[in-house]
């Protein structure tokens, strides 16, 4: 078995494009312990100014990217791109590159990938199939009356990993709506904002694994503690939470599994059926917020979650009994099958 896996240059600094190295740590010890022979690719920077604009020229990329498949000749594409120097909207198009050199490619598909990172599409879906989630509306850079609510939170709608999110981002009035809208707008290069109704509550992440025949199947539910909270502080996963160590929120905000007083098995359910509402392939995490009456609400779909060693998905995996190199010889067989290969 030859796996090409194909990653991005991390940005340094940003931690949440440098957890792709350990990622690759990960998968490259597993491929070993199964005698899996690899070849790893980087996407490098790609950035240059064109009339003034940033652009990013990817055909000499694609070029060398193409002959390196042609000679190596990999059974699977191990798909760890998360962008190029945070070029979030367009990202999914590599892994359309990759689907279109025809070898099976691990992780959800292009078209699956282009809807789960986009806020706003990813909650039109789950609306229209009546999953249970937080009213919210769009902000595109014109005034609109707000009729989620307060209080609500404020998401940048084409950022993964918690990228833009901090407690300012949960407001309390029109007044401090409208600063917060202006300033991410602008942040975040005039990509749309999703404002969604703020849930006070806990929050829950399911694992799901593709196994034999396309199979998924659910990890134990963790929950993401808020220990040493203070009354005033927002209880969400910020960037602070899942990056700055050292920080009090990454220090305070652990997770455990199978609490007793939780519904665990709709939460299970739920996951699994945005799973088939997504057409998720491979590995993917639900995000559920239970607000203070009991009620389930999914915030957020994440197809192909970080798997670095220290990761929520890879330690719902082990709780649930499974080992690391589990994990990335599922990931691998499933691409094999989505494809109609045989496995080895």
Known sequence: MKVAIVHEEVTEGYPDTEDVLEEIGLITES??????DYSIFQINDCKSIRSGRDVFNLSNV?????????????????????????????????????????????????DVLSTTTDKVLAKSLMMANCVQTPPAQVYA???????????????????????????????????????????????????????EQYIKGREFNVSIIEREEGIPEAFPVAEILFNN?????????SYKAKWDEGSFE?????RMF?????????MKE???????????????????????????????????????????FVAAAKEHGYSEVDVIRMIIDAALQFIGKALP
């Open 31 to 36: 491929l070993s312990k199964l005698d899996y």
């Open 62 to 110: 694609l070029s060398s990217m193409l002959s390196w498949f042609e000679a190596y000749n990999p059974d699977v594409i191990f798909n760890m791109v998360e962008g190029n120097k945070n070029t979030a909207r367009l990202f999914p198009a590599l892994t359309a590159f990759f689907e279109l050199t025809g070898l099976p490619v691990t992780g959800s598909p292009y």
């Open 141 to 195: 850079g014109r005034d609109v009356e707000v009729v989620v609510g307060f209080p609500c939170i404020v998401k940048p709608s084409l950022e993964d990993g918690s990228v833009g999110i901090d407690d300012n981002c949960v407001v309390y009035d029109e007044g401090q709506l409208n600063i917060v809208l202006r300033t991410m707008y602008q942040r975040h290069n005039r990509q749309r904002l999703l404002i």
């Open 229 to 237: 909270w203070p009354v005033d502080k927002p209880r969400i996963v």
């Open 250 to 254: 990454y220090d305070n905000t652990p």
């Open 258 to 266: 199978n609490a007793e007083d939780v519904p665990l098995k709709q």
């Open 270 to 312: 739920l996951a699994l059926r945005c799973w088939d509402i997504f057409s998720l392939r491979g590995y993917a995490r639900a995000d559920l917020r239970m607000d203070i009456s009991g009620n389930l609400h999914v915030i957020e779909i994440n197809a192909n979650p970080c798997i670095a060693h220290w990761s929520g």
